[in-house]
């Protein structure tokens, strides 16, 4: 039990036990006319907790008692102090707390808002897929404001967010952050990949919302024919405008390529010794080259006619059912599917790697080259190692577009008095 709430319980209060009801109406009311989602409308001008004498230790940790609506004169009736302690939370704590942290999420400040240039009438419409989950909407929110911040065209961008849970309160935290963002937010049924996941090499690669990208072309309307997927731990500093003009032509994704990497590592023996797996690569447009799948452009409307939701679930199928060929993952079935028929796309767009391998996550260097995104991936998180005190030279790039709001930043309640 909190030191906060012991101090509560010690508290002995005499409260009249129907003016204890009409407190939690007039607060519910008085939150209401502050954030009217959180609220009823009704107003009753009835507060009755009563303290002649409050504790000091109470009073220096909670500041807002000292007004007198908490503690007016009144008949005296007994309430036991655990009583009391329900009422206090649920006035100060339930009824008025920041509005921006939604069940166990952490609480967001909200980002400023973005405008059009005069130039933008005629620009298209950006539409972007992202993942959202608890552990990672830190990342999720940094990449989103990173993405507003350096677009010429900010209130073009539509966000199409993909989620299993906690469903309600990643909508209303999104919202809150970003209250002017055009944006939708997709269920995906986890059940569709559960049965076809096996062991990574990173428990965080086995998460169902990492194959949620497999999905996009049933999960978004058919009005969406294009779209940019983006992972959660990266940061855009460019014109996103620029990459989503890109031209795809007869290809169905479009990213970074990196030929120089070793394409056999990343998938196993029992695969490249297979009399058939291997053959799955011949006849490609060109040699089969290793590209990220946390940054692509994705031709929605190919790839429903084509048919590529099956192809990917076929290659996972193999994996589980018949032979390990491989150990990241959702990577290898797109490179199994995709790899040899990508658009290639500058290496600036995908300045990957950051976050180390997927075993110790160590510092890394950019790649040479300019730079128009910062990407994450591997074990090493900036946040985490922001919050540990041991940040890589890079994670102080990332850095200035979190939007977590720190303890220090906010008042331990909001009452509107």
């Known amino acids: 039990m909190s030191s906060d709430i012991k101090s509560l319980i010690r508290i002995h209060v005499h409260v009249h036990p129907t003016y204890y009801h009409k407190t939690l109406q007039s607060q519910k009311a008085r939150c209401s006319s502050r954030w009217p989602a959180l609220g009823d409308t009704n107003t009753e001008n009835a507060t009755t907790l009563h303290k002649p004498n409050p504790n000091p230790r109470f009073l220096r940790?909670?500041?807002?008692?000292?007004?007198?609506?908490?503690?007016?004169?009144?008949?005296?009736?007994?309430?036991?102090?655990?009583?009391?302690m329900a009422a206090v939370v649920l006035i100060a704590v339930t009824g008025c707390t920041n509005p921006l942290s939604t069940g166990d999420l952490p609480a967001f400040r909200e980002a400023p808002a973005f405008r059009n240039a005069p130039r933008c009438a005629a620009a298209p419409t950006i539409h972007i897929a992202m993942t959202l989950d608890a552990t990672y909407l830190r990342g999720s929110l940094a990449g989103v404001l990173s993405i507003l911040k350096h677009t010429s065209c900010p209130e073009n961008v539509t966000f199409h967010f993909v989620a299993i849970?906690?469903?309600?309160?990643?909508?209303?935290?999104?919202?809150?952050?970003?209250?002017s963002l055009p944006f939708r937010i997709y269920r995906f049924d986890a059940a569709l990949v559960r049965g076809k996941i096996s062991s990574s090499v990173r428990r965080a690669l086995d998460n169902p919302l990492n194959y949620a990208r497999i999905y996009l072309a049933d999960?978004?309307?058919?009005?969406?024919r294009r779209v940019i997927y983006f992972d959660s731990d990266l940061v855009v500093v460019d014109d996103v405008a620029r990459l989503w003009g890109i031209e795809l032509g007869p290809y169905v994704l479009g990213a970074p390529e990196y030929c120089h990497a070793n394409f056999t590592a990343?998938?196993?023996?029992?695969?490249?010794?297979?009399?058939?797996?291997?053959?799955?690569?011949?006849?490609?447009?060109?040699?089969?080259?290793?590209?990220?799948?946390?940054?692509?452009?994705?031709?929605?409307?190919?790839?429903?006619?084509?048919?590529?939701?099956?192809r990917l679930e076929g290659w996972m199928e193999v994996q589980k059912k018949v032979a390990r060929i491989y150990e990241l993952g959702s990577l290898p079935p797109f490179l199994l599917v995709f790899a040899g028929e990508v658009r290639g796309v500058e290496h600036r767009w995908n300045q990957h790697g950051l976050g180390g391998d997927n075993v110790e996550g160590l510092c890394r260097d950019l790649h040479p080259g300019p730079v128009s995104l910062l990407h994450w991936s591997g074990k090493g998180k900036p946040w985490l190692r922001l919050d540990a005190g041991r940040p890589c030279q890079l994670d102080g790039l990332w850095e200035p577009y979190d939007l977590l709001l720190r303890r220090r930043d906010r008042r331990p309640f909001a009452v509107d008095v």
């Open 61 to 84: 940790q909670f500041p807002f008692a000292r007004h007198p609506i908490f503690f007016p004169q009144m008949p005296r009736h007994y309430l036991p102090p655990l009583l009391l």
């Open 165 to 179: 849970s906690p469903f309600h309160h990643l909508r209303r935290t999104v919202a809150a952050t970003f209250p």
């Open 219 to 224: 999960l978004l309307p058919p009005t969406v």
């Open 266 to 310: 990343y998938f196993t023996d029992r695969f490249w010794s297979d009399r058939d797996f291997p053959h799955a690569l011949d006849g490609r447009v060109r040699r089969p080259c290793y590209f990220n799948t946390g940054v692509m452009v994705m031709d929605l409307a190919k790839w429903r006619a084509g048919g590529y939701t099956r």
